[in-house]
């Protein structure tokens, strides 16, 4: 059983940045993926960045740039760096795991997610 906690979520000002973290315990698997996903407030649940176990990091177009996603593999923990944010980017992020491909609709397992306000 994976399980997956995630941290850093809060009241951010518009342009400021913030850091999250993803805590995961119970990994076993030679090759899995990471992501980041968010759902706003009547919102359907998007995909925002992903990293395999090799490392290799994955962005949604619009994210590129913007969002860098890295891993910390002595600590089991993925983190998402969110810079230039915006009132948009308000939303519950969620950390999860797949042993196969990095899509919203098939990660099999979720953190209970994190909540970032942006807001002056």
């Known amino acids: 059983q994976v399980q997956l906690v995630e941290s850093g979520g809060g009241l951010v000002q518009p342009g400021g940045s913030l850091r999250l973290s993803c805590a995961a315990s119970g990994v076993r698997d030679n090759y899995y993926v990471i992501g980041w996903f968010r759902q706003a407030p009547g919102k359907e649940r998007e995909g925002l960045a992903c990293?395999?176990?090799?490392?290799?990091?994955f962005y949604k177009d619009s994210m590129k740039g913007r969002f860098t996603i890295s891993r910390d593999d002595a600590l089991n923990a993925v983190y998402l760096q969110m810079n230039s944010l915006s009132p948009e980017d308000t939303a519950v992020y969620y950390c999860?795991?797949?042993?196969?491909?990095?899509?919203?609709?098939?990660?099999?397992?979720w953190g209970k997610g994190t909540l970032v306000t942006v807001s002056s």
């Open positions: 999860a795991f797949d042993r196969v491909a990095c899509r919203a609709w098939s990660m099999e397992y």
């Open positions: 990293i395999n176990s090799n490392g290799t990091p």
